[in-house]
């Protein structure tokens, strides 16, 4: 933020003819950043999660965005810098409403107010991942902005448009709240502890299989196979699991390990079904538990599909 207000002020000082648009928070049909936040919590189902509920906020809709671009393009605004927010501020809170009501959830039977030292932990968590490559809207960032506010003097747009942009409960009666918005929203809230225990799984899996090596090699050797080959099996497909494990939670990884995924489990699958058939009819269902897994990597796999 620091370094766009500097290359603001260089642009402006150097005389080049220029229009400056510095959107408040942007409400758009899809989400990016802000709005996949506020669609994320406006998710949580009967209480209300939020920090700073009182800091103001003034929004302005993508088609105002996109129509304060053309107007600047076709040379129809005065040279200058220009704020492109709605008249009146609103509240967090207000605007976190609102939305919940657009994609329409259930009102929320209580708000639950996140106090700064947990907010902060949060980001500083959501800053860690940003080193595996999630590009996390609770980042510290975000996170920091958020609490000064996002405000805006929507006067000098105004006076040279003869035009305010639409409040928000306007924007969002533009728009259409659909089944995949909901959706998308609910996806968003539970992507990251889908993702968590996916690699939880596999790397309990590895774990598991090494510290119970005698008693899983010992399945195999009652095939028929030998005792070293059948340690080494169990040590090297115990290197694998908590190696996908490991790779899921690494960004740009995540999709195509998912993929892998499904295919060693599909292995394991077809393996034990030739060597020890027999633990299909295990009571703790070794083999059956595998399917869940396979399929939770397949849900996982489109949602970490970039846009």
């Known amino acids: 933020m620091r370094t766009k207000a ?3 002020a260089a642009l402006e000082s150097s005389g080049a003819d220029l229009r400056i648009l510095r959107p408040g928070l942007v409400i758009g ?17 009967l209480v209300q999660p939020i920090a700073y509920p009182a800091t103001p906020v003034q929004c302005v809709g993508m088609e105002d965005l996109c129509h304060a671009v053309v107007t600047c ?14 008249d009146q501020a609103q509240s967090l809170g207000d605007v976190l409403a609102t939305t919940r009501r657009w994609l329409g959830f259930p009102a929320a039977r209580f708000r639950l107010v996140m106090p700064p030292v947990l907010t902060k932990a949060v980001a500083r968590c959501a800053d860690a991942l940003g080193y595996l490559g999630w590009r996390s809207p609770l980042r510290s960032t975000a996170m920091t902005v958020m609490a000064s506010g996002v ?3 929507p006067a ?3 006076a040279a448009t003869g035009r305010s942009l639409r409040p928000l409960p306007e924007i969002y009666g533009s728009m259409t709240s659909a089944r995949e918005h909901r959706l998308t929203a609910r996806m968003s809230l539970l992507a990251p502890l889908v993702i968590a225990v996916l690699s939880l ?8 299989g090494l510290v119970g090596l005698p008693e899983a090699a010992g399945v195999l050797t009652e095939a028929g196979w030998t005792d070293a080959a059948a340690v080494s099996s169990v040590v090297f497909w115990s ?15 995540t999709a195509r390990v998912c993929l892998a995924q499904v295919g060693v489990a599909a292995f394991y699958v077809l393996a034990a079904t030739v060597v020890t058939p027999g633990l299909w009819l295990d009571p703790l269902g070794p083999l059956v538990k595998v399917l ?9 796999w489109p949602m970490v599909q970039s846009r």
Not at 73 to 86: N, R
Request: with cysteine.
């Open 239 to 253: 290197f694998v699991d908590i190696a996908l494990g490991l790779a899921v939670l690494y960004r740009p990884w």
């Open 201 to 208: 799984f596999w790397v309990l899996s590895c774990i598991f």
């Open 292 to 300: 869940p897994a396979m399929l939770l990597s397949l849900v996982v």
């Open 73 to 86: 393009c076709a040379d129809e605004i005065p040279q200058g810098a220009y704020d492109l927010v709605e």
């Open 156 to 158: 000098p747009y105004r």
């Open 29 to 45: 049909q899809s989400d990016y950043g802000g709005t996949a936040l506020l669609r994320m919590l406006a998710a949580v189902p």
């Open 6 to 8: 500097a290359g603001d």
């Open 151 to 153: 405000m805006g003097d």
